[in-house]
């Protein structure tokens, strides 16, 4: 388990864990000071070993805790991701007669109810990744293509091979992804499993969605440049929407325009909360990711 940032968070994530059967849980610490090693330090469990390393982002603490690992079997889970009953003995028998498989649980996400202003990035989450999951079982190598990282394992062996981290891959969202590609270039397979389940604590306020909006422009056309015979080009940002949104995903592309559209799309988003207009705020927000997915393309 990477982590950053979330020592308040770490003891109830880590109790269900070490509730089940497991050698070892790994908790890596990502150059932070907030006071997760000291929280960890005090669980008294001989089979939790927290980790710090200097700051090397989430692939490469996940490195580091696969190197240190002593498991045949390793299970990656995300520092907002609530193992549920059976997680760790369920991967472990997907593993127990395959090799070079990459096995991909199920993590839905917890939605607030009632729904409040502000909430609208972990709803639009909810439903995506439910698609996604769909698209996994009607596509079973999409799992892997497309993987998401909260809560997935594999032979520590293929992982050490393949390497969690790509030291040409510098881009903050959808590293997962690229590892996922490079597992597929190496030969393993992938297989989505919904039974093996834990929930999604997803918390993204306005400011952080645009940010990772941003972040997944520029991912999006790292990725189709780094994998071209796998990913094809990539589709445009104005790809299924009216002709108003074409429009401003179009005028978004120059730097004073672009400014001006996402600022104006935050202010509708932020009051269409307010006035408890889910479906405002919800069609306001996927404008502003395209916007800013455009922008982020465009500066990476």
């Known amino acids: 388990m990477p982590t950053y940032n979330r020592a308040s968070k770490l003891e109830g994530l880590v109790r269900p864990l070490l509730?089940?059967?497991?050698?070892?849980?790994?908790?890596?610490?990502?150059g932070c000071d907030d006071g997760s090693i000291q929280r960890l330090e005090a669980i008294?469990?001989?089979?939790?070993?927290?980790?710090?390393?200097?700051?090397?982002?989430?692939?490469?603490?996940?490195?580091?805790?696969?190197?240190?690992a002593g498991g045949d079997v390793l299970l990656f889970v995300d520092d907002d991701v609530l193992a549920g009953d059976g997680l760790v003995s369920g991967h472990a028998r997907r593993h127990a007669d395959r090799e070079r498989l990459v096995v991909v649980g199920y993590m839905p996400v917890r939605v607030p109810a009632p729904r409040r202003p502000?909430?609208?990035?972990?709803w639009m989450y909810a439903r995506e990744y439910e698609r996604h999951c769909e698209l996994c079982?009607?596509?079973?190598?999409?799992?892997?293509?497309?993987?998401?990282?909260?809560?997935?394992?594999?032979?520590r062996g293929d992982c050490l091979e393949v390497g969690l981290r790509n030291p040409r891959y510098r881009e903050r969202y959808h590293p997962d992804r690229e590892f996922g590609l490079r597992c597929v270039r190496a030969g393993l397979d992938g297989v989505f499993?919904?039974?093996?389940?834990?929930?999604?604590?997803?918390?993204?306020?306005?400011?952080?969605?645009?940010?990772?909006?941003?972040?997944?422009?520029?991912?999006?056309?790292?990725?189709?440049?780094?994998?071209?015979?796998?990913?094809?080009?990539?589709?445009?940002?104005?790809?299924?929407?009216?002709a108003p949104g074409r429009l401003l995903v179009r005028l978004s592309a120059g730097r004073g325009a672009?400014?001006?559209?996402?600022?104006?799309?935050?202010?509708?988003?932020?009051?269409?909360?307010?006035?408890?207009?889910?479906?405002?705020?919800?069609?306001?927000?996927?404008?502003?990711?395209?916007?800013?997915?455009?922008?982020?393309?465009?500066?990476?």
Not at 19 to 30: G, K, P, T
């Open 193 to 242: 499993d919904r039974s093996l389940r834990a929930e999604h604590l997803h918390e993204r306020r306005l400011e952080a969605f645009v940010r990772d909006a941003r972040s997944q422009g520029a991912a999006r056309m790292i990725l189709h440049g780094m994998y071209p015979d796998m990913l094809g080009p990539p589709d445009s940002f104005e790809a299924g929407l009216p």
């Open 137 to 155: 079982e009607r596509e079973p190598g999409r799992a892997v293509t497309h993987l998401w990282g909260g809560n997935f394992s594999m032979r």
């Open 118 to 122: 502000g909430d609208f990035a972990t």
């Open 19 to 30: 509730a089940q059967s497991l050698l070892e849980l790994i908790v890596v610490v990502d």
């Open 44 to 68: 008294a469990d001989p089979r939790l070993r927290p980790m710090w390393i200097e700051n090397s982002g989430e692939m490469g603490a996940r490195q580091a805790g696969a190197e240190a």
């Open 258 to 300: 672009g400014t001006l559209v996402s600022r104006a799309l935050r202010a509708l988003v932020a009051a269409a909360g307010r006035a408890h207009w889910w479906w405002g705020e919800d069609v306001a927000a996927r404008l502003l990711r395209r916007v800013e997915q455009k922008r982020g393309a465009l500066r990476r």
